[in-house]
């Protein structure tokens, strides 16, 4: 028989687990080439603005006028705009696997994650995350961004659960660190098949786990 998870909530970032990165190094690299912008003044125009566009202090409209519409272009704002969403795709199952994982133990889900207020609320409403996320710890909400322990202190005051029942799942080493650092049990994600099995070793197997176990 197994034994009973302890674990009775999930914190899980969105970047690198349940989507792709919604504005990263790759997609300006992208944006670049596609809208033809010099790429080293892009970055450096981005480097000193993005810090407080992710913390919520910044609209996208102001990030643009900053790093991208400070001249004359010849595309609009809005074509840019789209293209900036369109860099965000789903990790089919790795939503199938926080879904699951909810119905199946009982479990809160929370997202702890670095985004952009626009690009945030975006991403929520077209991958429909808000139908298994109880609640959003996200910099552009509460004004802090990743290492900030402040982050991980403010989503464990939300959940009000004991940290030894919480997981935390994110693909930045250091930011496992940081919530292995404050009790937190983690699991670094490189990829579903090890994260499933991580998971599984805390008691928490989701539904393709369970059938394999019943053969």
Not at 74 to 91: E, G, L, N, V
Not at 149 to 162: C, E, H, S
Not at 178 to 201: F, N, P, V, W
Request: aromatic share 10%; net charge neutral; proline share 2%.
């Amino acid at each position: 028989m197994n034994k009973v998870t302890a674990i009775t909530c999930v914190f899980l970032d969105i970047g690198g687990v349940l989507l792709t990165d919604g504005w990263d190094h790759h997609a300006r690299k992208r944006a670049a080439a596609n809208f033809k912008l010099e790429w080293a003044e892009l970055e450096e125009r981005h480097s000193l603005n993005f810090d407080i566009f992710e913390a919520g202090k910044l609209t996208l409209e102001e990030y643009l006028s900053r790093v991208v519409f400070h001249q004359k272009r010849a595309f609009t704002r809005s074509q840019f705009r789209r293209f900036m969403f369109a860099q965000s795709k789903p990790y089919p199952e790795m939503i199938k696997l926080a879904t699951q994982l909810k119905v199946r133990h009982g479990l809160k889900i929370a997202v702890v994650s670095n985004e952009a207020r626009e690009l945030n609320d975006y991403r929520i409403r077209k991958f429909k995350l808000g139908e298994f996320v109880d609640f959003f710890i996200s910099s552009c909400y509460v004004h802090v961004s990743k290492p900030d322990a402040d982050m991980f202190r403010l989503a464990l005051d939300i959940a009000q659960a004991p940290v030894r029942q919480i997981v935390y799942i994110d693909n930045t080493p250091m930011f496992v660190q940081i919530a292995e650092g404050m009790g937190i049990q983690s699991i670094l994600h490189e990829d579903y098949r090890t994260t499933c099995a991580k998971l599984a070793a805390l008691g928490l197997q989701n539904d393709e786990g369970a059938i394999h176990e019943t053969r």
